[in-house]
């Protein structure tokens, strides 16, 4: 399962820690790893976004709600770096609101057009992501099921766009052969469940 780390803004001692250690513990999926009262994060094995929505239900009865993907203690841990011993930190959540705008950080391989994720809308399946075209089109959806392992990538006028784990590498896949005459964009956008995901779209070069 991945392991990532959640920010509490209330948490202050040992004692906390173990609270929600225990807590955790009563939600099916999820499993307690390490905490660390200092930067008020710790880390647990999550099964799917779902089971974070039931993680964070269970943590704000509690009295420890999650603090914003953007807090101190949460931005602390990069991708793939060990806050604790023994730990892995694969993403860091927050819960922001899922009408929030899919807000992300860029990273275009070169110059052009540079695509917007302009709404992340909650779904039964997952989230709908609304997104720009070269087109010109400001309504393309993307419809993430979190129940696929590999979903296809929806297109728009030549154009490819995938959200998910690994979507640049899973993109490329499917392009095959014809990846080398794609500009591949990627971006980091935030679903309602508070889980970063990877956003690709692949452009024709020229």
Do not use: N
């Amino acid at each position: 399962m991945p392991q990532v780390t959640l920010y509490a803004p209330d948490i202050t001692c040992d004692h906390c820690i173990a609270t929600i250690g225990k807590a955790v513990g009563t939600v099916e999926g999820a499993r307690f790893l390490a905490g660390d009262p200092d930067s008020k994060t710790f880390s647990v094995e999550i099964a799917s976004g779902a089971v974070l929505d039931r993680v964070a239900e269970t943590l704000a009865e509690e009295g420890y709600p999650l603090g914003e993907a953007s807090a101190p203690g949460a931005a602390a841990a990069p991708v793939g770096a060990s806050a604790h011993p023994g730990m892995t930190v694969l993403g860091t959540f927050g819960m922001p609101s899922a009408s929030a705008p899919a807000a992300g950080t860029h990273h275009a391989p070169t110059p052009g057009f540079v695509p917007q994720y302009l709404k992340v809308e909650r779904t039964e399946a997952g989230a709908d992501i609304t997104y720009s075209c070269p087109c010109g089109s400001t309504t393309e959806v993307f419809r993430l099921d979190r129940s696929q392992e590999d979903q296809p990538p929806h297109s728009c006028c030549g154009h490819h766009t995938l959200i998910g784990a690994d979507a640049a590498e899973r993109l490329r896949a499917r392009l095959g052969a014809d990846a080398a005459r794609y500009d591949i964009d990627v971006q980091t956008v935030t679903m309602p469940w508070g889980q970063p995901l990877e956003a690709a779209q692949a452009a024709p070069k020229g």
